[in-house]
């Protein structure tokens, strides 16, 4: 790997990583653009506190002006209906308030349903109408499930029946020892003196 190539990589950051899921959801639920109302008010205000937690995050407490300039660069693309004053005030309602909410109360405040969620692949967002006990009893589900269907191919590979196969080609299933009117012991004694 060349140098050029290893400086291009960057460590995964999960601010980024939301605020990208956030933009997905706005992407599959209103086209990419957010409608003008209090539903738009959430999604601002969270993308302000990302950007805020980004910028503290690299360059030390960034001011509201640095704040203002990234999340109206943001809002060009997603709500550019917004006025100036009142992205100001979301940003000062961001810096006041910084802390990013949990996964699962974020899901609540957008409305991110657990179909919409597996969907879009959102994984730092949770859901409003399925816990994270519940979410994670189901991936527990799906890994059982992919394991299983895992052992079942390689148990193939290595030459093992399936076992609907095994069950009608058996002794139980073909029972030779009737058509010739003896008792399966006695055919099977007779057999392994054969052997």
Same mark, same amino acid.
């Given at each position: ?15 980024? =990583?939301? +605020? ?12 990419? @653009? ?15 506190? +990302? ?16 704040? +203002? ?10 709500? =550019? ?56 009893? @189901? ?50 004694? $007779? $057999?392994?003196?054969?052997?």
């Amino acid at each position: 790997m060349t140098k050029a190539r290893s400086d291009r990589r960057r460590t995964y950051n999960p601010t980024t =990583h939301r +605020l990208r899921e956030l933009e997905r959801i706005i992407s599959y639920r209103y086209q990419g @653009i957010l409608p003008a109302s209090k539903e738009a008010d959430a999604f601002l205000l969270q993308a302000a506190k +990302l950007l805020h937690r980004n910028l503290r995050d690299r360059f030390g407490p960034p001011t509201s002006d640095v704040v +203002l300039d990234r999340l109206t660069v943001w809002a060009e693309y997603r709500a =550019h209906f917004t006025p100036a004053a009142h992205l100001r005030k979301i940003v000062a309602l961001a810096i006041q308030r910084p802390a990013l909410e949990k996964a699962d109360a974020l899901a609540v405040l957008i409305g991110l349903t657990y179909a919409v969620r597996m969907r879009l692949k959102i994984t730092t967002i949770g859901a409003c109408d399925v816990s994270k006990a519940e979410r994670q009893l @189901i991936s527990k589900q799906k890994k059982r499930d992919r394991d299983r269907s895992r052992a079942a191919e390689k148990r193939l590979l290595t030459g093992a029946r399936l076992r609907a196969e095994y069950r009608a080609t058996g002794l139980t299933a073909t029972r030779p020892w009737e058509a010739e009117s003896i008792s399966r012991r006695t055919w099977e004694r $007779r $057999r392994n003196r054969k052997a």
